[in-house]
């Protein structure tokens, strides 16, 4: 009985995201243990409380494109526009056109980069940041940054990852 729901989970998840989650069912066939530690990382995955929608969904864009070019983005971006995000605005921050985006998200966009390709440079995005959105908020945009990431790099462990191929981002 558990098997046949979580499975009807994954499958409303799919139809949701518009992705396949093949790797979720393999993670409850093959190690239920692992799949539901793993569902708590999902779900801290999606955590925004006092972050609003557009940046919190702009460092996803751009820290899970650094790990996948194909179906974890397009999931993400997915969610983005489910949440109320403007298509130029994921547009922009998958195409890296920083200056297409509103002035508010630039810090956003760069912060995230920095953190995704550790060049070093998130010390002065993160102190402006935090004095726009303050202490929970910047916990919540690190946690969006990692967690994001967290998809492809298991998917691509499980051999369901398809990052070397070129996937049309429908935004």
């Not at 996948?68 to 922009?92: F, H, R, S, Y």
């Not at 890296?96 to 920095?114: C, H, I, K, Q, T």
Request: aromatic share 8%; with cysteine.
């Amino acid at each position: 009985m558990l098997g046949f729901l979580v499975r009807w989970k994954i499958r409303s998840a799919e139809k949701k995201l518009g992705e396949p989650l093949d790797y979720l069912r393999q993670m409850f066939d093959h190690s239920p243990g692992a799949f539901w530690k793993f569902a708590k990382v999902a779900q801290a995955s999606a955590y925004r409380n006092k972050l609003p929608a557009a940046p919190f969904h702009v460092a996803r864009v751009v820290a899970v494109r650094h790990q996948d070019c194909g179906p974890c983005v397009q999931t993400v971006i997915n969610l983005a526009k489910a949440d109320g995000v403007e298509p130029a605005i994921l547009k922009a921050a998958y195409l890296g056109n920083v200056d297409a985006l509103p002035e508010s998200l630039r810090d956003v966009y760069r912060f995230a980069e920095a953190i995704a390709v550790n060049d070093g440079n998130e010390t002065e995005y993160r102190d402006r940041l935090r004095s726009v959105f303050g202490e929970e908020a910047m916990v919540e945009l690190a946690l969006a940054i990692t967690l994001c990431q967290t998809f492809p790099i298991l998917k691509r462990g499980l051999g369901h990852a398809k990052s070397c191929s070129l996937v049309k981002i429908d935004i």
